[in-house]
C-alpha cells in the first residue's frame, strides 16, 4: 500500500465524535493522490492542505483522547490499521499508536448469537442491520459518517438483542 490517511475521526469516551483532515503538504513523501478516491470521498488535496491539520497534532490528539491500550473498532481493516500505522510513523516520536485497532465484526456478530444460533441466518441479519444503519445515517463516505455509522450500526445490533 502506498497512501496515506487524509481524514481520520474516533468517537471519544465521553460520546464526542472528533473529526479532523490531515494535511498531506507537511510530509515529504505524501505526494501521490488518488483522484478516484478523491470523487468517493469529496475531499481533495486543496482541501486537506487548506484545512488539514499536522500529523504530529493529530498524533498528540489522538494520545489525549484515547488511553493506551485501548481498543478502537473500524470496519475498514486492514486499511484503517495501515493508515494509523502510516500517521504515527510520520506524526509520533514512539512511532507506532499505543492503542488497538479491531474489526468492528468481532464486537457486533457476537452480540447476535444471543439471538440466533445459525450463523448464516446471523450473517444475514448482521448484513440487513448494516444496511439499516447505512440507511439511518446517510452521507458520504467520510471518516464522521462512518463513526456515526459504526455507532448506529452497534445500537441496532443491541437493540436486536434487547427485543428478544
Partial sequence: MNSYPIEIAWYDQNGNIESHLINPYTVDDWIDWDYNAQ?????SRKLCGEQG??????CHRMNQSIQPGETIY?????????????????????????????????LMLPLLTTIEDDSNKRRRLYE???????KKVGGRHRARID???????????????AIR
Fill in 74 to 106: 473500524a470496519d475498514g481493516i486492514p486499511f484503517d490499521d495501515w493508515w494509523i500505522e502510516t500517521l504515527y510513523s510520520v506524526g509520533s516520536s514512539a512511532g507506532f499508536a499505543e492503542f488497538n485497532i479491531v474489526h468492528s465484526d468481532s
Fill in 53 to 58: 491539520v499536522h500529523p504530529k497534532f493529530l
Fill in 147 to 161: 463513526v456515526q455509522y459504526l455507532i448506529e450500526l452497534f445500537h441496532l445490533c443491541s437493540a436486536q438483542t
Fill in 39 to 43: 470523487q468517493i470521498h469529496g475531499i
Fill in 128 to 134: 440487513q442491520l448494516k444496511l439499516d444503519a447505512r
